[in-house]
């Protein structure tokens, strides 16, 4: 993760990148909540590898990937993963296109409601409580794909409009074949959830 700060904090002295970017959106990209829930995630993920080795490639895509730190991070955990990063968001997508600078991921603008699954074996979406209709997202997966998911219980949010109020209620909205990891972590301001399984 540090790695991935390291080339989000660069990309901003690009010239015009500040302009893209507002002081709240530094502050909520790098605040604590945000962190540790991406630190959650990859720690998962690596020992999703460590008890996997004969995962050959994982094509991911970090859907609601903002300004490409996650992607960053496991493009530079493994090298079995390329990350890319999707966001619907014209300015989020060009510093993510920085933040992803040599990579073998690359940061790209699209809905993730319209975006074609069909090359990716791994999905990622720590926004899904931006989502109208969760599962009719994750209708889109192809079969077979590793899904890692997190929501929380943070309502009260600006543009978070599906909320959950347990890992288990994800689980069910999820609706996936095999479960591998279900649980929460309780922040200051709200509580996290993730589900990890196979579509
Ligand atoms: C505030 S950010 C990330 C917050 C999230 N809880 C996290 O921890 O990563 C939410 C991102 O989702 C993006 N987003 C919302 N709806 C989207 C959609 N339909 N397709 C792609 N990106 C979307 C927004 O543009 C924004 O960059």
């Known amino acids: 993760m540090t790695e991935a700060i390291?080339?989000?904090?660069?990309?901003?002295?690009?010239?015009?990148?500040?302009?893209?970017?507002?002081?709240?959106e530094i502050r909520d990209a790098l605040s604590s909540g945000?962190?540790?829930?991406?630190?959650?995630?990859?720690?998962?993920?690596?020992?999703?590898?460590?008890?996997?080795?004969?995962?050959?490639?994982?094509?991911?895509?970090?859907v609601g990937g903002w300004l490409g730190l996650l992607a960053r991070a496991l493009n530079h955990l493994d090298e079995r993963i390329v990350a890319d990063s999707v966001d619907i968001s014209l300015s989020a997508t060009t510093i993510a296109c920085l933040t992803l600078d040599n990579c073998p991921g690359t940061a790209i603008l699209s809905d993730m409601m319209l975006l074609d699954y069909s090359k990716?074996?791994?999905?990622?979406?720590?926004?899904?409580?931006?989502?109208?209709?969760?599962?009719?997202?994750?209708?889109?997966?192809?079969?077979g794909s590793l899904v890692i998911v997190q929501n929380n219980n943070g309502k009260e949010i600006q543009d978070h409009i599906s909320c959950v109020d347990s890992s288990l209620e994800l689980e069910k909205i999820l609706n996936l074949d095999e479960i591998y990891y279900s649980d929460e972590i309780i922040f200051p301001f709200y509580t996290r959830f993730m589900v990890i399984g196979k579509k």
Do not use: A, G, R
């Open 34 to 62: 945000q962190l540790l829930s991406k630190l959650w995630l990859l720690d998962k993920f690596q020992i999703i590898f460590e008890k996997n080795p004969e995962i050959k490639k994982l094509d991911t895509v970090v």
């Open 120 to 143: 990716y074996n791994c999905v990622i979406n720590t926004s899904s409580e931006h989502l109208s209709d969760i599962t009719s997202w994750s209708q889109k997966i192809n079969k």
């Open 6 to 24: 390291i080339n989000f904090t660069n990309s901003l002295y690009t010239p015009t990148c500040m302009e893209l970017i507002t002081k709240e």
